[in-house]
């Protein structure tokens, strides 16, 4: 005849079984784990996981305003940019997000946008369309349809102080306007992360 434990004496056996597992192995943790008063050490980035060199986030921008362009025209888009200082050589990541419309012209209801990453002023990819280019048009009179866009670049910076911006151009001699807005939907994102 078996024996039937009863529910609160399981979980009495299971309490003195787990503390004696958990005294036995506390004898080979550090004492931050077994006595929380004593502060744990500041862990060091590892040099690798798995033999990758781990990324570090610098930071992020959104775009804070709206903005146009008409023809070749490279405008700072409001918002989309990073100060950040290196105190080494490395490599940075650099990507941007966002999606671009049209304001139709009199001539053209669709237009071509350029998106480039100007890395401490000097501006980076294809003279006329930089990182990135997107075609976009007037779905309607009255409304744009808008096109998701993505630029990426990597590039080594060496130590010191350095600033990430994020431009737009619109097509040359096309009267409509390139415009990506301000809001949540639509707004450029920035973001740098070394290695």
Same mark, same amino acid.
């Given at each position: 005849? $078996?024996?039937?434990?009863?529910?609160?004496?399981? #979980?009495?056996?299971?309490?003195?079984?787990?503390?004696?597992?958990?005294?036995? @192995?506390?004898?080979?943790?550090?004492?931050?784990?077994?006595?929380?008063?004593?502060?744990?050490?500041?862990?060091?980035?590892?040099?690798?996981?798995?033999?990758?060199?781990?990324?570090?986030?610098?930071?992020?921008?959104?775009?804070?305003?709206?903005?146009?362009?008409?023809?070749?025209?490279?405008?700072? #888009?409001?918002?989309?940019?990073?100060?950040?200082?290196?105190?080494?050589?490395?490599?940075? =990541? #650099?990507?941007?997000?966002? $999606?671009?419309?049209?304001?139709? *012209?009199?001539?053209?209801?669709?237009? &071509? @946008? *350029? #998106?480039?990453?100007?890395?401490?002023?000097?501006?980076? *990819? &294809?003279?006329?369309?930089?990182?990135?280019?997107? !075609?976009? $048009?007037?779905?309607?009179?009255?409304?744009?349809?808008?096109?998701?866009?993505?630029?990426?670049?990597?590039?080594?910076?060496?130590?010191?102080?350095?600033?990430?911006?994020?431009?737009?151009?619109?097509?040359?001699?096309? =009267?409509?306007?390139?415009?990506?807005? !301000?809001? =949540?939907?639509?707004?450029?994102?920035?973001?740098?992360?070394?290695?």
């Amino acid at each position: 005849m $078996s024996k039937r434990l009863s529910w609160s004496s399981f #979980i009495a056996a299971s309490l003195l079984v787990l503390g004696t597992a958990f005294q036995n @192995c506390a004898k080979d943790l550090p004492s931050e784990v077994t006595n929380p008063s004593v502060a744990a050490p500041t862990p060091a980035a590892p040099a690798s996981i798995g033999g990758f060199k781990p990324k570090v986030r610098i930071g992020s921008a959104k775009q804070t305003a709206d903005i146009s362009s008409i023809g070749t025209n490279w405008k700072d #888009i409001p918002g989309a940019a990073i100060s950040f200082t290196l105190e080494q050589k490395m490599m940075v =990541d #650099i990507r941007a997000n966002g $999606s671009a419309g049209t304001t139709a *012209g009199a001539t053209y209801g669709s237009t &071509h @946008c *350029g #998106i480039r990453f100007v890395i401490d002023g000097t501006p980076y *990819g &294809h003279l006329t369309w930089g990182d990135n280019i997107v !075609g976009v $048009s007037q779905c309607s009179a009255a409304a744009s349809c808008h096109t998701p866009w993505i630029a990426t670049r990597e590039i080594a910076l060496e130590p010191g102080p350095h600033t990430v911006r994020v431009q737009m151009t619109g097509w040359p001699g096309a =009267d409509s306007a390139c415009h990506i807005s !301000g809001q =949540d939907y639509a707004a450029a994102r920035l973001v740098v992360e070394a290695f």
